[in-house]
């Protein structure tokens, strides 16, 4: 399975990016989905991810309210919509899939065997 992240670049505070993650494989709805970030000296963080249905989503408290991801089989894409960016956004942001991922731990890395590349997302005046 390849993953294909887009979308990242430079933004002021309190503005607005989307990123996509772009996949064949997405067209069969089997695989759920996550973003996550890492900023520098950071360990990789959760941000949010989105079940094999579209039905479930999921956030980490840091960005629950700003960011919205959301997944459109027929673009084979899932999106994730950031408003409000903060610089503390500021991090290279990757998607995950895998097909068997427990609600619970929705944003753990360990839950996803699929990687894209990172996007870099760097928000400031």
């Known amino acids: 399975v390849q993953l294909q992240a887009s979308g990242g670049g430079l933004v002021q505070p309190g503005g607005s990016l989307r990123l996509s993650c772009a996949s064949s494989a997405f067209t069969a709805g089997y695989y759920h989905v996550g973003w996550f970030r890492q900023a520098p000296g950071n360990e990789r963080e959760g941000v949010s991810s989105i079940s094999s249905s579209g039905h479930s989503t999921y956030y980490s408290d840091s960005v629950k309210g700003r960011f919205t991801i959301s997944r459109d089989s027929a673009d084979k894409t899932v999106y994730l919509q950031m408003n409000g960016l903060k610089p503390e956004d500021t991090a290279v942001y990757f998607c995950?899939?895998?097909?068997?991922?427990?609600?619970?731990?929705?944003?753990?890395?360990?839950?996803?065997?699929?990687w894209g590349q990172g996007t870099l997302v760097t928000v400031s005046s």
């Open positions: 995950a899939a895998d097909v068997f991922v427990r609600s619970e731990f929705a944003l753990l890395e360990s839950q996803y065997v699929h």
